[in-house]
């Protein structure tokens, strides 16, 4: 399952984006967000800035978050990927 992943553009309150999931409120635009991060098995990579603090929330585009959040997230995935392709 594969995802895209972005920040808001605008400083916005959690309450307005997310349902109680979790996830994106089915009204809110993609085109709102700067993507970041693209998860897919064994194939992720940042497709933005990804310099960023570890603690930036990030948010799901295009499917469910599957327990990514932040950046730090990312760079967990990207470092277990690397360590199970050795």
Same mark, same amino acid.
């Given at each position: 399952?594969?995802?895209?992943?972005?920040?808001?553009?605008?400083?916005?309150?959690?309450?307005?984006?997310?349902?109680?999931?979790?996830? &994106?409120?089915?009204?809110?635009?993609?085109?709102?967000?700067?993507?970041?991060?693209?998860?897919?098995? $064994?194939?992720? $990579?940042?497709?933005?800035?990804?310099? &960023?603090?570890?603690?930036?929330?990030?948010?799901?585009?295009?499917?469910?978050?599957?327990?990514? $959040? =932040?950046?730090?997230?990312?760079?967990?995935? &990207?470092?277990?990927? =690397?360590? =199970?392709?050795?």
């Amino acid at each position: 399952m594969s995802t895209k992943f972005g920040i808001p553009l605008y400083p916005v309150d959690d309450a307005i984006l997310l349902d109680e999931e979790g996830e &994106l409120q089915p009204y809110i635009s993609e085109s709102f967000f700067h993507p970041v991060f693209f998860h897919t098995y $064994r194939n992720s $990579r940042w497709i933005g800035d990804h310099k &960023l603090p570890n603690d930036t929330k990030v948010y799901a585009l295009d499917n469910s978050h599957q327990g990514i $959040r =932040t950046i730090a997230d990312c760079k967990k995935i &990207l470092e277990d990927e =690397t360590n =199970t392709q050795v």
